[in-house]
């Protein structure tokens, strides 16, 4: 039943070129990384859209699967309450996730780590394409989705990107494994968002990118930046939550936006 998978918002609005209030906000951009040691970016769903992965939210939607809310089908509850479908979810995501390439976004980023002294990467994305753009040290602070873990003694097993389903589905230790993600009501992986938060809190230039900017503690990282006294640079088509604290608002596909940058 096709239409039980079709989750929804594919996330990338209407944007046709930059504004023209861009280009200059784009210059002032340009200006600060000329000069920029330290450079910290955020990242979330979508910087990753351009390459084919659905967001959950943006364009007025939110991200549906087999009539569940996404919130509800990545939640700690259900992982209790029904394991399969839990993995079902995530394996049609590593499913889509096959075709997937890293886009100019995570080109960008990547080449960033010749150009400053020092770029902290926080994502909030499982899907690795950060690192196959050659992205190190990224700090994931959702998990990853080609990893699980036994949920008794904690074991990780590596899933190869192309094992769909995920393998193994029992731990040596005899029990079950998940998805290592972050599901809602979980925490956070210890010490990800500590790394985070000493990166906003110490660096020039913040980028918040493809993210609604909705979820904590994630969403805390470019208020602690723009209270350190960074420029606070935020790339996305629709407005978010930070807008109004942002230093700049560049309003386009990460994809075009950075490697223009
Ligand atoms: P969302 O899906 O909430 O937001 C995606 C954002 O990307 C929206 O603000 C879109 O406007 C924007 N966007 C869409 N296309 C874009 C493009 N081409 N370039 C730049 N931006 C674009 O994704 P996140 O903020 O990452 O958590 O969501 C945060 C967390 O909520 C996720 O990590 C996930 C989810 O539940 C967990 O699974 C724990």
């Keep these: ?12 609005p209407n944007v046709e070129a930059f504004r023209e209030q861009d280009m200059s906000e784009i210059q002032m951009v340009k200006d600060a990384l000329a000069t920029a040691k330290r450079v910290a970016a955020l990242t979330g769903a979508g910087i990753s859209a351009e390459s084919g992965v659905p967001t959950f939210r ?15 089908i990545s939640s ?3 992982v209790k309450a029904d394991l399969p479908a839990v993995w079902e979810w995530f394996d049609y995501r590593r499913g889509v996730l096959r075709e997937c390439e890293p886009n100019p976004a995570h080109f960008a980023i990547a080449k960033w780590q010749e150009q400053f002294e ?12 950060h690192r196959a753009a050659g992205s190190r040290d990224v700090i994931e602070v959702h998990g990853n989705i080609h990893r699980s873990r036994c949920i008794s003694c904690g074991a990780l097993y590596q899933m190869d990107r192309d094992t769909v389903p995920h393998n193994p589905d029992v731990c040596g230790c005899g029990s079950k494994v998940r998805p290592d993600v972050v599901l ?25 990118i493809g993210t609604s900017a909705l ?6 990282l470019p208020e602690i930046a723009k209270r350190s006294g960074a420029l606070l640079v935020e790339v996305n ?4 939550p930070l807008t109004a604290i942002c230093d700049a608002s560049l309003r386009g596909k990460a994809g075009e936006i950075l490697p223009s940058l």
């Design 184 to 208: 809602f009501g979980e925490m956070l992986p210890e010490g990800a968002y500590e790394k985070g938060a000493e990166a906003a809190a110490s660096c020039d230039v913040f980028f918040t």
């Design 237 to 240: 088509p629709e407005e978010t």
């Design 58 to 72: 943006g364009g007025g939607g939110t991200a549906v699967w087999k009539g569940m809310r996404f919130d509800q």
């Design 76 to 78: 700690s509850e259900m």
């Design 118 to 129: 020092s770029l902290a990467l926080v994502t909030q994305n499982i899907d690795g394409l």
């Design 1 to 12: 039943m096709k239409e039980e998978y079709s989750f929804w918002c594919r996330g990338s």
């Design 215 to 220: 979820v904590y503690p994630a969403a805390m």
